[in-house]
Antibody, heavy 123, light 107 residues
Framework: EVQLVESGGGLIQPGGSLRLSCAAS????????MSWVRQAPGRGLEWVSI???????YYADSVRGRFTLSRDDSKNTLYLQMNSLRAEDTAVYYC?????????????????WGQGTMLTVSS | DIQMTQSPSTLSASVGDRVTITCRAS??????LAWYQQKPGKAPKLLIY???SLESGVPSRFSGSGSGTEFTVTISSLQPDDFATYYC?????????FGQGTKVEIK
């Protein structure tokens, strides 16, 4: 079964750091474009970051310079390192997989999502 | 950034109704548009990709249309399981922006 499972969320003080994980099964993360999407309480969806099959990354302006997306191919797992956290980073964080294989070379819709992990930034 | 605007924000409808939600992009995105359904406390679920292609396993009462800057998703006969929030998303460029969502409520 194709599945994504996020972990690592919690309560952190402003200015702190946290690392989220997204473990994949049923497919190879390095063969797909993989993203993180977040949703603040009661709000809509916000795309955060992407990692390409070659390992390159891209970030939303709101997190660029503070968040780092990486991948461990041996563990088939993504990591989102979040530094200098702010109250406005409070959200459920989802990892999501593009429909198409990276070899196709095109962006695609997100066909598989994890269940999400909650990050709360508060003193 | 490409802005995605959905209308209406909330829609009240009854079981059996035909429902249409509109999504407008601030610039042309060709057909690089997806629709998602989200229920409270759950992850979004892909319904439509490339503006009009139905994702595997999604009921045929869902359909998508449009290209360029204006898109719609239609539910031909609303079912109890369809009461949820719907989001459009463009994936032609970064950031991959979402619409603000349309909540479909029971009338």
């Amino acid at each position: 079964e194709v599945q994504l499972v996020e972990s690592g969320g919690g309560l952190i003080q402003p200015g702190g750091s946290l690392r989220l994980s997204c473990a994949a099964s049923g497919f190879t993360v390095s063969s797909n474009f993989m993203s993180w999407v977040r949703q603040a309480p009661g709000r809509g969806l916000e795309w955060v970051s992407i990692i390409y099959s070659g390992g390159g990354t891209y970030y939303a302006d709101s997190v660029r310079g503070r968040f780092t997306l990486s991948r461990d191919d041996s563990k088939n797992t993504l990591y989102l390192q979040m530094n200098s956290l702010r109250a406005e980073d409070t959200a459920v964080y989802y990892c999501a997989k593009d429909r198409s294989l990276a070899a196709v070379g095109l962006n695609d819709a997100f066909d598989i999502w994890g269940q999400g992990t909650m990050l709360t930034v508060s003193s | 950034d490409i802005q995605m605007t959905q209308s209406p924000s909330t829609l009240s409808a009854s079981v059996g109704d035909r429902v249409t939600i509109t999504c407008r992009a601030s610039q042309s995105i060709s057909s690089w548009l997806a629709w998602y359904q989200q229920k409270p406390g759950k992850a979004p679920k892909l319904l439509i990709y490339k503006a009009s292609s139905l994702e595997s396993g999604v009921p045929s009462r869902f359909s998508g249309s449009g290209s360029g800057t204006e898109f719609t998703v239609t539910i031909s006969s609303l079912q109890p399981d369809d009461f949820a929030t719907y989001y459009c998303q463009q994936y032609v460029s970064y950031p991959r922006t979402f619409g603000q969502g349309t909540k479909v409520e029971i009338k």
